[in-house]
């Protein structure tokens, strides 16, 4: 029983090593119950090593005391958490910390207090930016995350097998959003707080790290996620902000490699979807931990033998090494957007080309929310074939010529896009893909779709409605992707507005989300002229002439 400063004692289970004596200790907190078979392997691995292992329950989960709240008391908590156990007499006064998703969010916050007995981080796929990851996605709110997770950590246990009575399509149908708990069959007053604080307000404050909290970060951090990692952005935030302002940045370490969320955490597999990887791809990630903690926790070798990034580049199937991340010798190139006017869909003439557009015909969809293009196919939407979307009307397909050499991308990819609406609030997605010589559309980087929620577009600190008619600017973020577009191959980009059941529909009216019952069609209209330039934003390494 671990007590808190304000008298709440957590759970938590601890393993030693044989024979007694102080050890360094690697600590894990998890929301996620403590009592599972992975924290009892773990924990015998990690004592076999010569390491405490201490695994916890978050406030309010398993057998923790208190009220579980999101991140909101990790901070203290995890503070409180080292701070006891390196006062423990197995504890040597070092500890170390591990653990993905959630396990790594509560990580950062910790090392944002300073407690002093932190010695080294290891944070796989943490979750950081609270308009652009979750709850909402480019301000959009994502509909099937948020009543999935959030009723998994309600109280104290899962109820993920319940989850599977449920009706998801009368749910996701049901409005106003406020009141779609309800609909599901449990009120989840969580839910209810982050539908209600649609800015970035103090509420999500608490939790969203300044430049300055990374400028009192001064440790040795080994940071994992994947090219098809949901939290991604967060990863690439905390990586970022230690970059440009932490005194340790030189002591900093990267690993991106072809996984999903899961895949980051416990190390991937050779095949997602439709793309096939090497056996190089799957990483043993303990014996990467174990290493790495030798280094900066225990202190048994004299380097961490890593380089500052690793990146694995899918299509062309290689790991990479970098001295920096992103790569100092990648540079943005523009793929731009242009057409006969008649992009929709698959058989339509939108093309990308690296040439700056003439003048030329905009693009024009109907965006219906009643009916909302799908997120994915078949139930998937990572690396797999796309092409049934993009047989709809209000989907509009650019595609690049045949490639004749390899394009290799390693970094941020975004689309920015010319387009004006009739409606007041309305959803601009993209999504990247790559074309294979049969035809297939495989659409890469994380998430269901990159999207932006015209509301927020110069912002998330406060929502601007639009002038209807008025062409506007927008930004759209894809994430961080490294590929090779092979030779026989084509680039292609989707837009849209919408992506269901991934983000919620916007009902193009303008009102609250949270308790809008209304909706209307909006008309939307892509500019990709001389004067208004909507591109694809390509993150390039060089590797040769580019077609």
Known sequence: RVPMRDGVELSANVWLPAGGGRHPVVLVRTPYIKATDRYTELGARYAQHGYA????????????????????????????????????????GKVGTVGGSYLATVQWLAARERPAPLTCMI???????????????????????????????????????????????????????????????????LYNAFLTHSTLDDYWRRIHFADRDFGRIDLPIFSFTGWFDADQRGTMRYWAGIRDHSPGRNRQHIIIGPWTHVGAIHGGSARLGEM???????????ALHLDFFD?????????FDFPRARVYLMGSNEWRDYDAYPPKEMSPRSLFLTSGGNANTLAGDGR????????????????????????GVGGAAQAVDHRPIERRHDVLVYSSEVLTAPVDIVGPVSVVLHAASDARDTDFTAKLLDVYPDGRAIKLGWWDA???????????????????????????????????????????????????????????????????????VARQTIYHDRGRPSRLVLPVVPRGPIP
């Not at 292992?53 to 908590?77: E, M, N, W, Y």
């Not at 096939?276 to 990630?285: A, G, I, Q, W």
């Not at 927020?456 to 406060?462: D, L, P, T, V």
């Open 123 to 189: 944070p796989q796929a943490p979750a950081g930016t609270y308009f652009d990851e979750l709850p909402r996605i480019g301000g959009a709110w994502l509909m099937s995350w948020s009543l999935n997770w959030i009723n998994g950590t309600s109280r104290r246990t899962a109820q993920g097998p319940v989850l599977g009575a449920t009706d998801w399509e009368r749910v996701y149908r049901h409005r106003p959003l406020i009141t779609m708990d309800d609909a599901m069959g449990r009120d989840m007053p």
């Open 53 to 92: 292992f201490v695994v916890q329950d978050t406030r309010g989960r398993g057998d923790s005391d208190g009220q579980f709240d999101f991140f909101f008391t990790d901070a203290a908590d995890g503070y409180d958490t080292i701070e006891w156990v390196a006062k423990q007499p197995w504890s040597n």
């Open 352 to 375: 990308l080309t690296w040439d700056p557009p003439a003048d030329a015909k905009p693009d024009r969809f109907t965006y219906d929310p009643a009916r909302p293009a799908p997120s």
């Open 450 to 520: 990159a999207v932006i929620r015209a509301r927020y577009r110069n912002g998330y600190e406060k929502e601007e409605l639009l002038t209807p008619g008025k062409v506007e600017e927008y930004t759209i973020d894809l994430g961080h992707i490294g590929h090779t577009f092979l030779p026989g191959h084509q680039i292609r980009v989707e837009i849209s507005s919408s992506a269901y059941p991934f983000i919620h529909p916007n009902p193009n009216t303008g009102n609250p989300i949270a308790t809008d019952t209304a909706s209307r």
């Open 295 to 303: 280094w900066c926790l225990e202190g048994s070798k004299p380097s």
């Open 276 to 286: 096939e990887f090497t056996p190089e791809s799957v990483v043993d990630v303990v």
